[in-house]
């Protein structure tokens, strides 16, 4: 009989390049652990960690495609980038981030309020602050109620049109036009 397990996506960004901050208190809390780890480096230290946790359930590397791995993901532990961010709200998946620079703080913010997981308000969380945070946003369901809302919001947009339409209106109804035609002339 095959055991179910979950699967939890972590990256701290493409920007961070200290993998003690984020990845290192994920891979360590669930290590050997039913759950199935995948974690992705930015290309930072990929090698070092891959050594220092060899282990069967944990997936190490450079870059993985988040559209890929998020139909599958239990979970998201990020720094709170945008992209990310933007992805699992997307894919109704419920994240736990700690980020603070960079304006993550921001964003983690609005995930926390929202409900749509759990801000840990850190750069370094703790390996035991990380599983309590994973077992709530995993077994309360505040959580994908949430994403599932937000994410049906999301798909009333279409942003191309959306920014089409408001570069027209902003070329249409400034003096944007005469300012470009009088540069030309």
């Known amino acids: 009989m095959q055991v179910h397990r ?3 996506l972590v990256t701290q960004g493409t ?4 993998p003690e901050k984020l990845l290192v208190p994920v891979l360590d809390a669930y290590k050997e652990t039913d759950y199935i780890v ?3 480096t930015g290309g930072s230290k990929t ?3 891959r050594k220092r946790f060899p282990h069967k359930n944990l997936v190490i590397e450079d870059f993985i495609p988040f559209e890929h791995v998020l139909p599958h993901a239990s979970v998201f532990i990020t720094n709170g980038g945008y992209g990310g961010v933007m992805l699992a709200i997307q894919h109704k998946v419920p994240m736990v981030v700690a980020g603070i620079h960079e304006g993550k703080n921001e964003i983690n913010a609005r995930v926390g309020h929202f409900k749509l997981g759990i801000n840990l308000k850190t750069e370094m969380p703790s390996k035991e602050n990380i ?3 994973v077992t709530e946003v995993t ?3 505040i959580y994908k109620r949430n994403l599932e809302m ?3 919001e999301f798909c009333q947009y279409d ?3 959306l920014c089409e339409r408001y570069m027209h209106e902003a070329l249409e109804t400034s003096d944007y036009n005469l300012k470009v035609l009088t540069t030309c002339l």
């Open 139 to 141: 077994s309360n369901p």
């Open 15 to 18: 920007i961070e390049k200290d």
């Open 47 to 49: 090698d070092d960690l």
């Open 150 to 152: 937000q994410s049906d």
């Open 38 to 40: 995948v974690a992705t």
């Open 6 to 8: 979950k699967v939890i």
């Open 159 to 161: 942003p191309f049109k």
């Open 131 to 133: 599983a309590v945070a």
